[in-house]
T-cell receptor, first 112, second 113 residues
Framework: QKEVEQNSGPLSVPEGAIASLNCTYSDRVSQSFFWYRQYSGKSPELIMSIYSNGDKEDGRFTAQLNKASQYVSLLIRDSQPSDSATYLCAVYSGGSNYKLTFGKGTLLTVNP | DTAVSQTPKYLVTQMGNDKSIKCEQNLGHDTMYWYKQDSKKFLKIMFSYNNKELIINETVPNRFSPKSPDKAHLNLHINSLELGDSAVYFC????????????FGDGTRLSIL
């Protein structure tokens, strides 16, 4: 059973701070990693994808991947109250079973 | 234009009934999915179709039957609804089934009385 683990939170940060969200995965041959944002009562929205070791930046978001440690993270700089949501880490299984496995999500609250 | 659209948004029905949820995508994607998100917000794959062919069939009761008439549509029929079927069902699509990001519809909230 391939697993994706996240701290459920809640993670609370003040407005303007950096929010750091972490995710570990069990399948060593996984190649594709995604972060989704889900507001309460809404659908998951893709915010970042990362495929190679290192950092990938998009605006205030930075995804970091370390395949050796089986670890992927999301940093949100200058956090805003509108960033308050559940953040879901998702990992594709390796091999021929192309199944996207989601973590249970981390609830982020940004306090004004 | 809505990329992935599901109908209905809400479905309230009684135990034992049969219901269907429809999904359509206008992104030109080859692969479509059904996910279930339970009350604890855990999102779990149920089925996946690539170009109308079933490629993922998770451990789901056979009361659930997906159908893909063409690659832009994926429907989900549920027979003999049970209390435990209450959840939000999301449709999603991706360009193909290999490591591509998936895009989700708005979800169908199913409540069983």
């Amino acid at each position: 059973q391939k697993e994706v683990e996240q701290n459920s939170g809640p993670l609370s940060v003040p407005e303007g701070a950096i929010a750091s969200l972490n995710c570990t995965y069990s399948d060593r041959v996984s190649q594709s990693f995604f972060w989704y944002r889900q507001y309460s009562g809404k659908s998951p929205e893709l915010i970042m994808s990362i495929y190679s070791n290192g950092d990938k930046e998009d605006g205030r978001f930075t995804a970091q991947l370390n395949k050796a440690s089986q670890y992927v993270s999301l940093l949100i700089r200058d956090s805003q109250p509108s960033d308050s949501a559940t953040y879901l880490c998702a990992v594709y299984s390796g091999g021929s079973n192309y199944k996207l496995t989601f973590g249970k999500g981390t609830l982020l609250t940004v306090n004004p | 234009d809505t990329a992935v659209s599901q109908t209905p948004k809400y479905l309230v029905t009684q135990m034992g009934n049969d219901k269907s949820i429809k999904c359509e995508q206008n992104l030109g994607h080859d692969t479509m999915y059904w996910y279930k998100q339970d009350s604890k917000k855990f999102l779990k794959i149920m089925f996946s179709y690539n170009n109308k062919e079933l490629i993922i069939n998770e451990t789901v009761p056979n009361r659930f039957s997906p159908k893909s008439p063409d690659k832009a549509h994926l429907n989900l029929h549920i027979n003999s609804l049970e209390l435990g079927d209450s959840a939000v069902y999301f449709c999603a699509s991706s360009q193909d089934f290999r490591n591509q990001p998936q895009h989700f519809g708005d979800g169908t909230r199913l409540s069983i009385l």
